[in-house]
């Protein structure tokens, strides 16, 4: 069975950093490309970023450019979001998501205080 387990969401005050890891059991997934995505209450599931299945190759939603990095650990079968100066905006459920396989984890959390 194929699972992608968020992690490392919380409280946070604006202008703080936290990270976010994903890890997958079930299957290797160096293979492939991942991606997180976010979405905030009343709003659409937006893109934040992905990264390519060997790593050399990230890109970034224009609001995240500067202040995320995503990154990963092929043999930790684990991606990151690494997350600063963030905003109350940033506050939102945050999902893994592997589009080769369509496959989503269940999201974490993250809530930025102004």
């Known amino acids: 069975q194929v699972q992608l387990v968020e992690s490392g969401g919380g409280l946070v005050q604006a202008g703080g950093s936290l990270r976010l890891s994903c890890a997958a059991s079930g299957r290797t997934f160096s293979s492939y490309a991942m991606g997180w995505f976010r979405q905030a209450p009343g709003k659409e599931r937006e893109f934040v970023a992905a990264i390519s299945w060997s790593g050399i190759n990230t890109y970034y939603a224009d609001s995240m450019k500067g202040r995320f990095t995503i990154s990963r650990d092929n043999a930790k079968n684990t991606v990151y979001l690494q997350m600063n100066s963030l905003k109350p905006e940033d506050t939102a459920m945050y999902y893994c998501?592997?589009?080769?396989?369509?496959?989503w984890g269940q999201g974490t959390q993250v809530t930025v205080s102004s």
């Open positions: 998501y592997a589009p080769a396989m369509n496959y």
